[in-house]
């Protein structure tokens, strides 16, 4: 059986960065992905500045700039009786933008490869076994079992990984979005909209000269009345198609145990109302990088304890604004209460922004992986 030192299940951000970082750093690397890449993904595919520094780590900053993309300058909040309220965000070289996903995470994907690692698209996870200390994987190829010391689960928020190892949360009752790539309005202008409608709310990102990243979310019951009010306020064809997911939200897992890291959504959701999860899945793949060569080459308790601590430092100071986020869309009054409140001390607003769309520059302490 051909054993590799890591094997990472899924090809998204999280897990072509830790599978980049991996190979760079001298590993054995194979990554499964289920997909066919490029392909696009349910996302508001807005890239937080946070992103930045972690891309150019990786060599990758300047493919990404060239890509098409849209300026994100400001984001605009609108609440259900149409007021409307601006922040403005950073700009320059590590301002967010908004880009494909389908462009975004196929050059992460090519990144992997061109380091080292052994991209297997198209098949899935199906089985995994501890045999002789190492995972002993099968795959919905026909192909033979093949092994890792150490398995790192990037498969999302249903992580195979999790789901196999009987780790997954039990999903309580939650919301669905729908994402779709439509006709870029005229004068839509470089601003992110966050709008809170009856039943959810909807997200409208510009991600190049003529597209528009629209996403709704809302429970199981309201989506379709979403899905109609963005077909009338768009003015969508009836052959508009939409992509879509669930759960939102779901508990967190532990991220790290003996030989297996979570890294990205499999480990933690977070709302999207934020727009963090990417800046979350770059991160952790690249501290499970570090992790996972510890386990490797040192010491595989320390390791464990290390990326766990690093996980929890990475969401430190700023998941009580994602919580707050996630009350006022899902409470309605709560959210009419915040955006009110909001109105009249806009410096607030700017400053709770400004929490979650972080300058690089100004933040002082950055965990930097060690390799
Ligand atoms: C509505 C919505 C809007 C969002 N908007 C934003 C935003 O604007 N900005 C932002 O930063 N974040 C946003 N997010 C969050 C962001 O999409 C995720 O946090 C991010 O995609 C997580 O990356 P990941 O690599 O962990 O997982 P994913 O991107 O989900 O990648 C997982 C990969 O694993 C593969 N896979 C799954 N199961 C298997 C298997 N069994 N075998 C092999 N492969 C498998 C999948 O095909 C996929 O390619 C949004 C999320 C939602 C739902």
Redesign the pocket.
């Known amino acids: 059986m051909e054993i590799f030192d890591v094997a990472v299940?899924?090809?998204?951000?999280?897990?072509?960065v830790c599978a980049a970082f991996c190979a760079a750093s001298g590993l054995s690397v194979v990554l499964?992905?289920?997909?066919r890449f490029p392909?696009e993904?349910?996302?508001?595919?807005?890239?937080?500045p946070e992103c930045w520094p972690i891309l150019r780590r990786l060599g990758i900053d300047q493919r990404v700039r060239v890509l098409s993309h849209g300026a994100l300058d400001w984001v605009e909040f609108i609440n259900v009786r149409d007021v409307h309220l601006r922040v403005d965000l950073p700009r320059g070289e590590n301002a967010e933008i908004?880009i494909k996903?389908s462009a975004f995470?196929s050059i992460l994907l090519q990144r992997a490869r061109e380091f080292g690692t052994e991209v297997r698209e198209a098949?899935?996870?199906?089985s995994i076994e501890k045999s002789d200390g190492a995972w002993k994987l099968r795959?919905s190829e026909a192909t033979a079992a093949f092994g890792a010391r150490v398995l790192v689960g990037?498969?999302?928020?249903?992580?195979?990984?999790a789901r196999l190892l009987g780790l997954l949360p039990r999903i309580a009752k939650e919301r669905v979005?729908l994402?779709a790539h439509i006709s870029l309005p005229r004068d839509f202008g470089n601003r992110v909209v966050l709008q809170l409608l009856p039943g959810g709310y909807s997200?409208q990102?510009p991600v190049n000269d003529t597209e528009l990243n629209l996403?709704l979310?809302g429970r199981p019951k309201s989506i379709r009345a979403l899905q109609h009010w963005a077909t009338q306020y768009f003015n969508l064809g009836s052959t508009q198609t939409w992509r879509t997911?669930t759960p939102?939200m779901r508990s967190a897992l532990p991220p790290a145990r003996e030989n297996v890291l979570f890294?990205?959504?499999?480990a933690r959701?977070?709302e999207?109302f934020t727009?963090?999860?990417?800046?979350?899945?770059l991160r952790s793949?690249e501290l499970a990088a570090a992790a996972a060569k510890e386990m490797i080459r040192g010491d595989a308790a320390e390791a464990v304890r290390n990326y766990a601590a690093q996980h929890a430092a990475m969401y430190g100071g700023r998941l009580w604004i994602n919580a707050l986020a996630r009350s006022a869309v899902v409470s309605p009054k709560l959210g009419s209460i915040l955006f009110e409140f909001a109105r009249f001390q806009p410096a607030l607003l700017g400053l709770l922004t400004r929490k979650i769309v972080r300058h690089p520059k100004a933040k002082s302490k950055h965990l930097v992986a060690k390799f």
């Open positions: 299940i899924g090809g998204g951000p999280a897990g072509s499964i992905e289920r997909e392909r993904k349910v996302c508001g595919d807005c890239l937080n908004a996903r995470d098949i899935t996870l199906t795959t990037a498969d999302g928020r249903n992580s195979t990984v979005a994402q997200g990102a996403c979310v997911i939102l890294v990205g959504d499999a959701v977070v999207p727009g963090e999860g990417i800046f979350y899945a793949g």
